[in-house]
């Protein structure tokens, strides 16, 4: 789920919090209040997908974010 009224655009960066890349935004889905993203793992990164649980958190590269106008 993304905090705030910000959510990050399509094919942008996401990295862990000790900023080893996770992979790319592939998707934002879900109503405006609750969205969520699905990321597509980079498979050279050596990051596992099973490795996360729900409510990890994620930071995207910088300048990537579009806002939401609720």
Known sequence: MIDGNRVP????????????????VDDVFGPMHTCGIAVNVDTNSGV?????KAGDKVSVQQIAFSILHL
């Open 9 to 24: 655009l399509l094919a942008r960066m996401i990295y862990t919090a000790n900023k080893q890349l996770v992979g790319k």
């Open 48 to 52: 596992k997908a099973e490795s996360f």
